[in-house]
């Protein structure tokens, strides 16, 4: 069984850095977007930022200019760098790996997430 194992989360002050990482425990194939998508407390889960096989990104309004998303294809890892951060971004953050087209959506994979807290 495949793993997406999210790692990089943790405290940090309101206009600080973080670097997320996510690794496949195993090359994955079939892929064709990978992404991150965070939950705060009482929210639902909304999608951050996302890559595609073709190397086109969309990012949330909330995010834009402040985090990048970016892969190592060599090393199976996605990254998110998140600058300047927020309290609002306090969250747990999760990796998402899968196939889509305009039929459906396949090869689906979750990381188990990873806490990011950004005090005041």
């Known amino acids: 069984q495949v793993q997406l194992v999210e790692s990089g989360g943790g405290l940090v002050q309101a206009g600080g850095s973080l670097r997320l990482s996510c690794a496949a425990s195993?090359?994955?194939?079939?892929?064709?977007?990978k992404a991150w998508y965070r939950q705060a407390p009482g929210k639902q889960r909304e999608l951050v930022a996302q890559v595609t096989a073709g190397r086109s990104t969309i990012y949330a309004d909330s995010v834009k200019g402040r985090f990048t998303i970016s892969g190592d294809n060599a090393q199976n890892t996605v990254y998110l760098q998140m600058n300047d951060l927020k309290p609002e971004d306090t969250a747990v953050y999760y990796c998402?790996?899968?196939?889509?087209?305009?039929?459906?959506?396949?090869?689906?994979?979750w990381g188990q997430g990873t806490q990011v807290t950004v005090s005041p």
């Open positions: 998402r790996w899968y196939y889509s087209d305009s039929r459906y959506v396949t090869n689906d994979y």
């Open positions: 195993r090359s994955i194939f079939g892929i064709n977007t």
